[in-house]
T-cell receptor, first 116, second 116 residues
Framework: AQSVSQHNHHVILSEAASLELGCNYSYGGTVNLFWYVQYPGQHLQLLLK??????LVKGIKGFEAEFIKSKFSFNLRKPSVQWSDTAEYFC??????????????FGAGTRLAVHP | EPEVTQTPSHQVTQMGQEVILRCVPI?????FYWYRQILGQKVEFLVSFYNNEISEKSEIFDDQFSVERPDGSNFTLKIRSTKLEDSAMYFCASSLIGTSGYNEQFFGPGTRLTVL
């Protein structure tokens, strides 16, 4: 069965610090990979996605993630965080095969708090 | 930009009552999903729906749950007899996919269900 592990449950940073959130998944086949963000009181928003091609993907708001197939990882990074990045971040995976009804498997989430 | 909408934003109900949560997916999307997030826990897949039938469901989606697309635009989740443990945020999502297997799901803002 597919599973997703996010190693950091809570992260506290000061503004301008660099961020890296870990995500590992277990699935032997081809996958689509996602990072979603949930700002306080808001719904899930897609930050970035990896389907194929360049393993370094860039998303909105200066975020990027690198897919390392050999490590089954898809870590999220941002060189300099802002107070407005305070949110919960979810890594998600689904198996890629023909047909569109592939469920997303989410990690437990990482709560990021950025202090001014 | 088209978006998934959900109503109501908050539903309070008594244990044992039936509730219907409503979603309007993005109009040209073909695949529909329900997820839930119990407070403080990860987002969990409930069910996927395509071509007017359930494609996949999780072990959470027992006989108390049902889904329907009654009129070609709405997508509903019914819980027949609510339990305290059904209290959660329920997210609807939809996706448009061809045969490539790429699947980006767009999420609605959620309905917070509180069972008393």
């Amino acid at each position: 069965a597919q599973s997703v592990s996010q190693h950091n449950h809570h992260v506290i940073l000061s503004e301008a610090a660099s961020l890296e959130l870990g995500c590992n998944y277990s699935y032997g086949g081809t996958v689509n990979l996602f990072w979603y963000v949930q700002y306080p009181g808001q719904h899930l928003q897609l930050l970035l996605k990896y389907f194929s091609g360049d393993p370094l993907v860039k998303g909105i708001k200066g975020f990027e993630a690198e897919f390392i197939k050999s490590k089954f990882s898809f870590n999220l990074r941002k060189p300099s965080v802002q107070w407005s990045d305070t949110a919960e971040y979810f890594c998600a995976v689904n198996a890629r095969f023909s047909g569109g009804y592939n469920k997303l498997i989410f990690g437990a989430g990482t709560r990021l708090a950025v202090h001014p | 930009e088209p978006e998934v909408t959900q109503t109501p934003s908050h539903q309070v109900t008594q244990m044992g009552q039936e509730v219907i949560l409503r979603c309007v997916p993005i109009s040209n999307h073909l695949y529909f999903y329900w997820y839930r997030q119990i407070l403080g826990q990860k987002v969990e897949f409930l069910v996927s729906f395509y071509n007017n039938e359930i494609s996949e469901k999780s072990e959470i989606f027992d006989d108390q749950f049902s889904v329907e697309r009654p009129d070609g635009s709405n997508f509903t989740l019914k819980i027949r007899s609510t339990k305290l443990e059904d209290s959660a945020m329920y997210f609807c999502a939809s996706s448009l996919i061809g045969t490539s297997g790429y699947n980006e799901q767009f999420f609605g803002p959620g309905t917070r269900l509180t069972v008393l």
